[in-house]
């Protein structure tokens, strides 16, 4: 499966940014998480913590970090926003700007 992750106009790969701000361990997680998307496809998303936020935006929980996401087919996932989860929901902002750029990109 191959996976698309967020740039802005500039180019700036926005997950990867973040995540290289991570710990070690963080990146890791992050980088076990996305080669087993990469090898297993839609099964690998059994194996991990996601939860539905709204319609088709999901998120991946890995530690305190989150991805959210839209699964566009079954040959094709994208990467939308990484951010810490700080409280009980995702933050309103966060969520706000993922459903923003799936728009944008016409996966919602």
């Known amino acids: ?11 700036k790969n926005t997950i990867e940014t973040y995540f290289n701000s991570k710990t070690v361990t963080e990146q890791t997680q992050y ?5 087993a ?13 996601t939860r539905q936020l709204y319609g088709k935006l999901w998120k991946i929980k890995i530690s305190q970090n989150r991805i ?6 079954k040959e094709a996932v994208y990467f939308l926003h990484a951010c810490k989860k ?8 966060d969520l706000d700007r993922a459903i923003k750029r799936a728009k ?4 919602l």
Not at 31 to 35: A, F, G, I, Q
Not at 68 to 73: F, K, N
Not at 104 to 107: E, K
Request: charged fraction near 30%.
């Open 68 to 73: 959210m996401y839209v699964i566009a087919d």
């Open 37 to 49: 998307i990469e090898k297993d496809g839609l099964i690998a998303f059994e194996n991990l913590n």
């Open 86 to 93: 700080q409280k009980g929901k995702a933050e309103k902002i």
């Open 1 to 11: 499966m191959k996976i698309y992750e967020w740039e802005t106009a500039g180019g």
């Open 104 to 107: 944008q990109s016409s996966l």
């Open 31 to 35: 980088y076990k998480v996305k080669n």
